[in-house]
């Protein structure tokens, strides 16, 4: 009992409570910002936690880690910009809810669905870390390499209409991941260019894809007076809302936390993986991409479900679960601390203090999320002539910050006229992005499994775990099959109704169509 009231206590007093209030709000602010992720948020404040005590900085860190996750919903939402790449697949649908004047359901939508999968890595931090951390150990490549490939398999059910086109447009985004030095033979592959030796950064291509690309449609009818309706009529979801996102938002914070107990993998691919999860539950996959509450929630959900889940490896095997985790070991290193299963024997009440700090974290982030929708929604209201120059300086300046360096403006602006074409002929995006993401990954890891077993491919069939991605894999593939056939069947019989006498099908050699019109 007194063990409980000592982490109770220094996770509320005055001083922790402040750090992590400032926290939240420095991240919301950060990750709102297209181009200044979680990873660069955390890292441009942590020289503030050296005069910090410990468990001060931490929870400050975690704070702007939560917040920056759940900051990058905003402007994927209200401007179709993911503010980190934790937002892409919420840009999808949430921004179709500001074209039809529902800002801010979508923000109320994204709001406590952040704070619901956000909950739930918070439990699941609490209470199964040192269980869920030893599964990430077995992980090996062969296993990385079908994580991966389970996320390319992603790209058929974000596709839209045409699964062909968004086919390739993955294809060329995993093209594109393979400029610059191979990661295992170190050969230099498609340029000779010393800007593009660390390869095309994807941060730049999705804020040009995304936010530049978006721009440019906007300046074509820059002075229509079609502006989006920015009034908020609710704050909270409807009814029916909740019971959506109550439904979603556990399952795919859950498939978040052991993506974030993964190491390499990311709140981005727990995003888009939650999104795939969702559209494969739901009763309506159709009205995924066009606006839908579960789409939203799952997206959320997923990358906020990782902010946890990155927090097991470290703490209990210190091994970071993503590049924020890995800032946290250099916070932990900073205070004298090493993390690792030692820290549970030498410092109990600091590693209990995090795990309710992540959860104080949480409810903070919520309760900004709430009092501030308002006054985000006011961001539409903000006449086209004015708002297109500043989302064209935040992209510049977001895309210069990532590595100081004006090549990766160039490449934002060509990624923007891309996806502004792409746009007209109703190609989408983020397969090129989630290719972009998921395909170093999958080459990396396909030839070192290779490698390792001598050429033989019974490498990606010997484990438990490889079995299980190989079924999500053929489970993902079907389902995007079965949808494809399906939309297929729907337009054949939509046409018949319209060129056909009730009841008779012309086209079918005088035979009898099944369906009634």
Not at 251 to 276: E, K, Q, R
Not at 299 to 324: F, H, Q, R, W, Y
Not at 490 to 513: D, M, Q, T
């Amino acid at each position: 009992m007194s063990f409980f009231l000592e982490v109770v206590q220094s996770a509320f007093s005055p001083m922790v409570l402040f750090y992590m209030f400032a926290g939240v709000a420095a991240g919301i602010c950060i990750g709102a910002l297209p181009g200044l992720t979680a990873t660069m948020g955390v890292a441009l404040l942590l020289p503030l936690t050296f005069g910090m005590d410990a468990t001060s900085g931490i929870l400050m860190l975690l704070g702007i880690y939560v917040g920056a996750i759940y900051g990058g919903s905003i402007s994927a939402i209200l401007l179709h910009t993911p503010g980190t790449p934790a937002s892409a697949a919420t840009a999808i649908d949430g921004y179709q809810f500001s074209k039809r004047g529902e800002a801010g359901r979508a923000l109320g939508i994204a709001t406590l669905s952040s704070y619901i999968g956000g909950v739930v890595s918070c439990l699941c931090l609490w209470l199964i870390s040192p269980q869920l951390a030893k599964l990430a150990l077995k992980f090996s490549s062969a296993e990385f390499f079908l994580l991966a490939v389970f996320g390319l398999c992603i790209i058929a059910n974000i596709s839209g209409e045409n699964m062909a086109k968004g086919l390739i447009c993955g294809f060329l985004g995993i093209l594109t991941a393979t400029v610059g030095i191979d990661s295992v033979t170190s050969y230099i592959r498609f340029t000779d260019n010393a800007n593009l030796l660390s390869g095309i950064q994807y941060i730049p291509v999705m804020i040009g894809l995304f936010a530049m690309s978006q721009a440019f449609e906007t300046i074509e009818d820059i002075y229509s007076t079609d502006e989006i309706d920015a009034t908020v009529t609710r704050l909270l979801p409807t009814k029916e809302d909740m019971k959506t996102m109550f439904r979603v938002a556990p399952v795919t914070g859950l498939i978040g936390t052991i993506i974030g107990i993964i190491p390499g993998a990311g709140a981005d691919i727990g995003s888009f993986v939650g999104y795939n999860t969702a559209r494969g539950m739901s009763k309506h996959p159709e009205q995924f991409g066009k606006g839908s509450p579960e789409a939203v929630a799952a997206s959320e959900g997923g990358n906020n479900g990782v902010t946890g889940g990155a927090m097991i490896p470290m703490l209990t095997l210190g091994v970071p679960g993503d590049a924020v985790a890995a800032i946290m070991i250099g916070a932990l290193t900073i205070q004298g601390l090493t993390p690792g299963p030692m820290l549970f024997k030498t410092n109990k009440v600091l590693v209990y203090t995090i795990f309710l700090g992540m959860f104080v974290a949480n409810t903070i982030m919520v309760l900004l999320g709430f009092s501030c929708i308002r006054l985000f929604t006011k961001v539409l209201s903000v006449p086209k002539t004015i708002l297109t120059p500043v989302i064209f300086i935040l992209c510049v300046v977001g895309s210069y910050a990532m590595r100081s360096n004006f090549y990766d403006v160039g490449t934002m602006l060509i990624a923007g006229v891309i996806g502004w074409l792409m746009g007209k002929v109703k190609i989408p995006t983020s397969p090129a992005i989630l290719g972009l993401i998921l395909g170093p990954m999958a080459e990396k890891n396909f030839r070192t499994a290779l490698l390792k077993s001598s050429g033989n491919p019974v490498v990606f069939f010997n484990t438990p775990i490889c079995w299980f991605f190989l079924a999500l894999i053929a489970f993902t593939l079907f389902g995007a099959i079965r949808g494809q056939l399906k939309k297929k069947q729907i337009k054949n019989c939509e046409f018949l109704s319209r060129v056909c006498s009730p009841g008779f099908c012309a086209g079918e050699r005088g035979g009898f169509c099944n369906r009634k019109f």
